[in-house]
């Protein structure tokens, strides 16, 4: 038998948002100098996933630093502050590359959970007119 003052109240939702720019034929290391920011992920064509296969492209990614427990929203504001003094480069960059913003929100049956996205959140996305990703994963 259970003891419900042993049982605990899962925590919250966890979010998390990353910015992707992949393609077949990228200079990472130029992505990497004109934004000036060190990536969170980079790979190449060939390169080994967690499941042992080949990537078939190049990829070069951020993650947003911020707590997982922070809201989506903050997640999206802190990319788009981030990366939208280089907007121009990154305008030019999707001529050769396929760039991307992806979100995921996890989350317990037992949370009533849902995200809300304001204008400014998805702003970045918007001016740079890219695609946004939502993964809803429930645990």
């Given at each position: 038998m259970t003891d419900v003052s042993e049982t605990t109240i899962p925590a919250g939702p966890e979010c998390h948002a990353g910015f992707r720019v992949s393609g077949a034929h990228l200079d990472l290391d130029a992505i990497t100098q004109t934004l000036g920011i060190k990536p969170t992920h980079v790979h190449g064509p060939g390169?080994?996933?967690?499941?042992?296969?080949?990537?078939?492209?190049?990829?070069?990614?951020?993650?947003?630093?911020?707590?997982?427990?922070?809201?989506?929203?903050?997640?999206?504001?802190?990319?788009?502050?981030?990366?939208?003094?280089?907007?121009?480069?990154?305008?030019?960059?999707k001529n050769t590359a396929d760039l991307s913003i992806v979100c995921n929100y996890l989350t317990s049956d037992t949370d009533q959970g849902g995200f809300t996205l304001t204008p400014r959140n998805l702003s970045f996305a918007l001016e740079l007119d890219i695609r946004v990703e939502f993964h809803l994963l429930f645990i």
């Open positions: 390169d080994l996933n967690i499941l042992g296969e080949p990537y078939p492209d190049f990829m070069w990614s951020v993650d947003s630093p911020l707590r997982r427990e922070e809201d989506l929203g903050a997640h999206l504001d802190w990319l788009g502050t981030t990366l939208s003094p280089q907007i121009s480069y990154l305008r030019t960059l």
